[in-house]
């Protein structure tokens, strides 16, 4: 039995305090981490401030890399069938879907598991902890975890934790950016980054990026952006105008949504080209309505797709994009904010002022 550090949420507003609990063996087929580095996620930051509400107390933090410290005594692979051992370097996200319901089985999308558990449930700081703000993170069965190549720094990966699945996932059900689309991409925020880079790789022929700060927009053009527009310098009569002259006047064939800001909704639709894709990921945290003529989708042949949460496949195609191509693009430097354990609440405040590309913890 280790003791082990984790920074708590007791309530939400309240600041993180830091327990030390003592934390039981790995058994069956669960599988203990020691965490080297762990991801700061704007959502991290909407559970601290209440905006969205969960069970307390709990220990923040659901994208992460470590060294397996413990297994179980039936695991014997990743979640890809790679053998690992104690030692191995391993990037997880905590969710267990259950593997035997309606989505998992028929509909085979683990995302919209009724029975999934996920860090904002499971996480009372009395148990071992799941979430990753922690010296030692526990992955319980039926977690999906994968073994990081020797190849693939640790920073370039985690710069995308989960910001990066989570758009893989939304372009899978996309069906794809096909050569030669003009993408437009709402928000520069790691997940919005992503799409940049996604999209450039994909082929798109301009990817065009509404958000700020500057050095945001300068890491948008070194991930493939061919234009940024900085949302706080301009209006959106000017954006409107600016994407319809780079897409030849017929609009974006696939806009991403990655702004978090219900107006950036209302803003995008009329910016789709006919037949094209407007696809909402940030919008998860963000109540709120928009006014819709209907009739503009039905003439315009536009597909509005929602995507929510990712799944172990999309984290495994994390790792070997990154693996492909971190030599190529500055992925690492995306990493500008390094924090302690002791220091986590400091961390969370700097993600909600938007000061870091990326922060992480180090525990
Ligand atoms: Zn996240
Ligand atoms: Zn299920």
């Given at each position: ?28 087929r ?6 080297e ?8 930051h ?29 695991v ?51 148990k071992p902890?799941v ?15 994968f ?24 372009l ?73 002259e ?14 978090g ?16 894709s ?45 693996r ?40």
């Amino acid at each position: 039995m280790r003791t082990v550090k984790r920074a708590v949420l007791v309530k939400p507003g309240a600041p993180l305090e830091i327990w030390e609990r003592p934390t039981p063996s790995a058994s069956g087929r669960e599988v203990i981490v020691s965490v080297e580095m762990s991801g700061v996620c704007g959502t991290d930051h909407h559970l601290q401030s209440g905006d969205i509400t969960l069970p307390n107390p709990m220990v923040l933090g659901h994208e992460a890399i470590g060294r397996i410290a413990e297994l179980g005594p039936e695991v014997t692979t990743d979640s890809a069938g790679e053998p690992v051992a104690v030692g191995d370097l391993v990037y997880w996200q905590p969710a267990q879907p259950c593997y035997r319901c309606y989505y998992c089985t028929v509909v085979e999308d683990v995302s919209m598991c009724p029975n999934l558990v996920t860090f904002q449930l499971h996480q009372h700081a009395d148990k071992p902890p799941v979430g990753t703000y922690a010296q030692y993170a526990w992955l319980p069965d039926r977690t999906a975890f994968f073994k990081v190549p020797a190849d693939v720094p640790a920073e370039a990966l985690i710069a995308f934790g989960c910001a990066m699945p989570t758009v893989l996932h939304a372009l899978n059900r996309l069906g794809g950016i096909r050569y030669g689309q003009h993408v437009l991409v709402q928000g520069s925020g790691p997940v919005g980054l992503a799409a940049t880079l996604l999209a450039h790789l994909a082929g798109a022929s301009s990817v065009t990026v509404l958000g700020a700060p500057p050095n945001r927009l300068e890491m948008a053009t070194k991930l493939g952006a061919t234009t940024t527009i900085d949302v706080t310098r301009t209006d959106e009569r000017s954006r409107a105008e600016a994407v319809k002259e780079i897409t030849d006047g017929r609009g974006a064939d696939v806009i991403i949504e990655a702004a978090g800001r219900v107006p950036a909704f209302t803003e995008g639709l009329p910016l789709v080209a006919p037949d094209g894709s407007y696809v909402i990921i940030g919008l998860w945290s963000a109540p709120g309505t928009s006014p819709v003529e209907p009739r503009y989708l039905n003439n315009h042949n536009i597909r509005v797709i929602g995507s929510a949460y990712t799944t172990p496949r999309h984290m495994y195609e994390t790792l070997q994009v990154t693996r492909a191509v971190h030599r190529r693009y500055p992925l690492a430097e995306m990493v500008t904010h390094r924090f302690a354990l002791d220091e986590a609440q400091a961390a969370i405040d700097a993600v909600g002022r938007g000061e870091p590309l990326k922060a992480v913890i180090l525990p």
